[in-house]
């Protein structure tokens, strides 16, 4: 902030180091599908969390990602935005390291400088809620089991073997038994062990993978064609379950989908060398799941994916405020401008009510200043308290006096003595400011009230 006064007040955030690991610094766009003209998106070199309400460019900026995952980049032209008549379509992407690769029309494939990005046309770490569905979405109405063989074909292509010469990769393996065979091993005794674990440690699961049943089945006796099929078992409190699909609760086959494909991307990605770009890019993914198993998933975040950049999308307004004060991310909001002929995008930063209300105070702006304080304190409070101590006798939901003083009774020591303190502010200066009120506003209280909130919220969580 500019105003020296306020310089004990800035919110910090903790300072992460990550080592040699290259990061994503900024992304450009000029004319790029939803982005008329240029439009910047800067990164930092953070972990990036995007709210972005329908028709926005949050998508466009996924395929962006998406695009350091190709090995080349024929037809760029038809990213061109259809508003643009005179013009070219550009992608800029910049790293840490100083370098900024910029994709055109006339860019074939990744330049031979940008070597840290070269594995990630190998793997892809990009997850959205329709490559979820492929694990348990039928369109046979449960009358089958569902194949998974497509899509860990898919998935695992690209799994390091470490045999022969030409035979790096799974997908160059070219005698087809042993391509199936090496897949069966890869499955059962590398990814299954991790599978089980993220269910039970990270979504608390009472299911668990049994087994990938394996085998091959002739479809057409006169041709010899055959079926490669892989198919899956679960175990159910005990109970065999084959049939999943049609057995499993949305919130149970999302945490198994997140598992399969998490444990299997991070397999492949920590095989990349230490000053490659680990990223991974997750796009409207917890569409099934309920809010106590979205926050599992932050667990995963920190203890598994570490030392990646991690960029998360997502249409849900609840979630991206929940999520944003639970890890160190750079936050931004996108909403659409169809104001004019051309729609347009209106990026603002993700910042908290207390970081907002400061803005306010140096501006002297104190009736904005308490009403964002006034938001917070309610924010605080809805945290801390359960959703049944937020109503009375009646199911009514309280208001801000009635969560004061439910908090109030549920606290001791500091926390009470701030709450009590806090609540005279609200009497004395959040309220008024809030409203029609000609009572004197001084600065200090306002100020006393922001340092509070903030430690408040510290001792709270």
């Not at 972005?52 to 024929?74: P, R």
């Not at 045999?163 to 042993?178: A, C, S, T, Y």
Request: proline share 2%.
């Amino acid at each position: 902030m500019s105003d020296e006064r306020l310089s004990n007040l800035e919110v910090k955030e903790p300072v992460s180091t990550y080592g040699d690991a290259v990061r994503i610094e900024k992304i450009r766009f000029n004319n790029y599908k939803f982005f008329h003209g240029e439009f910047e998106l800067p990164v930092n070199g953070e972990n990036l969390l995007v709210y972005g309400e329908n028709g926005s460019g949050k998508s466009t900026i996924y395929k962006a990602l998406e695009l350091l995952t190709k090995s080349g980049f024929t037809d760029f032209d038809e990213n061109l935005n259809i508003f643009t008549d005179d013009g070219d379509v550009e992608v800029e992407i910049g790293f840490t390291n100083g370098q900024e690769l910029i994709i055109t029309s006339d860019l074939e494939e990744i330049p031979d400088n940008f070597a840290f990005l070269k594995d990630l046309s190998v793997f892809s770490p990009l997850l959205d809620y329709k490559k979820l569905l492929k694990i348990h979405y039928s369109s046979n109405n449960g009358r089958e089991k569902i194949n998974l063989y497509s899509m860990l074909n898919q998935l695992l292509r690209d799994y390091p073997v470490g045999e022969g010469e030409d035979e790096k990769r799974l997908i160059e393996i070219k005698d087809f038994n042993r391509y199936f065979g090496v897949l069966k091993k890869i499955i059962k005794e590398e990814l299954l062990g991790d599978i089980n674990r993220y269910l039970k440690q990270y979504f608390d699961a009472d299911i668990t993978i049994e087994s990938f049943e394996f085998r091959q089945e002739i479809v057409e006796s006169e041709t010899g064609n055959v079926d490669q099929i892989i198919n899956l078992s679960i175990d159910y409190k005990e109970k065999l379950i084959e049939k999943y699909h049609s057995f499993l609760n949305e919130a149970r086959l999302s945490a198994l989908a997140i598992s399969i494909y998490f444990v299997a991307i991070k397999k492949m990605l920590d095989t990349l060398k230490q000053d490659s770009l680990k990223i991974l890019v997750l796009d409207d993914l917890l569409i099934s799941l309920d809010m106590s198993n979205r926050l599992k998933l932050l667990e995963i975040f920190k203890n598994e994916f570490t030392d990646f950049q991690i960029f998360f999308f997502t249409h849900d307004k609840e979630l991206f405020e929940i999520y944003k004060d639970k890890m160190n991310w750079k936050k931004y909001e996108l909403y659409l401008d169809d104001s004019e002929k051309i729609p347009k995008a209106i990026l603002k930063q993700g910042k908290s009510e207390i970081e907002r209300a400061k803005e306010y105070y140096t501006k002297k702006e104190y009736d904005a200043c308490a009403l964002l304080l006034r938001k917070g304190f309610e924010k605080i409070l809805k945290a801390y308290l359960t959703p049944k101590e937020q109503r009375d006798k009646n199911c009514i939901e309280l208001d801000l006096s009635g969560l004061v003083g439910r908090s109030i009774s549920k606290s001791s020591g500091e926390n009470k003595n701030i709450l009590e303190k806090l609540n005279l502010d609200r009497k004395h200066i959040l309220n008024p400011l809030s409203h029609n009120d000609i009572r004197p506003v001084y600065s200090q209280e306002l100020k006393s009230a922001m340092k509070d909130l903030e430690k408040l919220k510290n001792l709270l969580t």
